[in-house]
């Protein structure tokens, strides 16, 4: 299927590994300019030859830390130089570490913050000028489906998160009708992400092992696994594109059908 966004670009926040990546990988493959960022060299040099081989848009990808407005201000204004504007923006972050609520110090939210919520806030306030220009503007958050139901141990993304569904949902109506914006509710996929969640949960004790703990991640899936990067992104493609034209101010679940409000 073409999804019609060959030549548009599209600038992917913290897209050098994990959910980010999967996505600016599909938009690559549909022949999308793609200007993804990170904060870890080789991820990014990895990325950006990876995206390169993808398709045949451009590639940008460049060092940049999302928790910090001037690094987000000169990502957004270097992609527009590079690709002579902007048509969609996926926001995407690194998690907040895991926990409970009595482990969480004051740092530990604001921090969460910064990264979840305000990171969007900022790429969208620099982006939505350009977005606006466009004929195909639109906006795809990635989240997690700890917005709608919480995840034991994962105190700061149940609760920061969900400032991002009420950006979201507001920007839908306020950017409209020249930019659409939605939300991806992300379940475990096979990133380095839930390598880590796994990691913490055996050395709390939550878990015997790695494999115990892993196979737990899927125990209450409908579809007996848990998802694949791609899959992901190829949502997020599809919600990028002009398939999904009169999609807006949606949030949609990924997650093998394991939520169950």
Known sequence: MDLGLAGN??????????????????????????AICGTTPEHVDETREELEAAGEGGVLAVEADITDPDHVGAFVEET??????LDHVVTSAGGPPSGPFTSMEDRDWYGAYDMLVMSAV??????????????????????????????????????????VIGLVKTVAREFAPEVRANAVLPGAHETA?????????????DADSYEDAYDSWAADVPLER????GELGDAVTFLASERASYISGATLAIDGGSMRS
Not at 80 to 85: C, K, R
């Open 9 to 34: 670009t599209a600038l992917c926040t913290a897209a050098s590994s994990g959910l980010g990546r999967a996505s600016a990988l599909a938009l690559a493959r549909e022949d999308a300019n793609v």
């Open 80 to 85: 527009v130089e590079e690709f002579g504007g």
């Open 122 to 163: 900022w790429t969208l306030r620099e982006a939505r000028p350009h977005l606006v220009e466009s004929d195909a503007g639109s906006i795809v958050a990635i989240t997690s489906r700890t917005v709608q139901e919480v995840s034991d141990g994962l105190l700061l993304s149940n609760a920061v998160r969900r400032g």
């Open 193 to 205: 992400r839930i390598e880590n969640l796994i990691e913490d949960a055996v050395e709390r004790g």
């Open 226 to 229: 848990i998802g694949e990067p």
